[in-house]
């Protein structure tokens, strides 16, 4: 059973940098695409980063493009997301989220890590 497991959150002061880490686990990770969402308190869940499988491609969206990045590491089998510049509104539970390259319908989220900026 493939199951993933982030780590790295935490509380930050704004300005700071904070790096998310995704284990994967039960499946190999080069054959998904992964991506990061965040759910702020009382707010829909939204994507924040993608990366394409082995790395070729990643988007953002633009409250968060400049600041945050997102790598892989599939010898790990982990997934990255770096973010820099941080902002009380960046304040969120953070989700690693993988979909298989192979059948759309094979996606696995993980628990979530809570990200809070604040001074």
């Known amino acids: 059973q493939v199951q993933l497991e982030e780590s790295g959150g935490g509380l930050v002061q704004p300005g700071g940098s904070l790096s998310l880490s995704c284990a994967v686990s039960?499946?190999?990770?080069?054959?998904?695409?992964a991506s990061w969402y965040r759910q702020p308190p009382g707010q829909e869940r939204e994507q924040v980063a993608t990366?394409?499988?082995?790395?070729?491609?990643?988007t953002f969206p633009e409250a968060v493009k400049g600041r945050f990045t997102i790598s892989r590491d599939d010898a790990a089998n982990m997934i990255y997301l770096h973010m820099n510049n941080l902002k009380p509104e960046d304040t969120a539970v953070y989700y690693c989220?993988?979909?298989?390259?192979?059948?759309?319908?094979?996606?696995?989220w993980g628990q979530g890590t809570q990200v809070t900026v604040s001074s």
């Open positions: 039960g499946d190999t990770s080069k054959k998904y695409a």
């Open positions: 989220y993988i979909r298989s390259i192979f059948d759309l319908q094979v996606d696995y």
């Open positions: 990366i394409t499988r082995l790395g070729v491609g990643t």
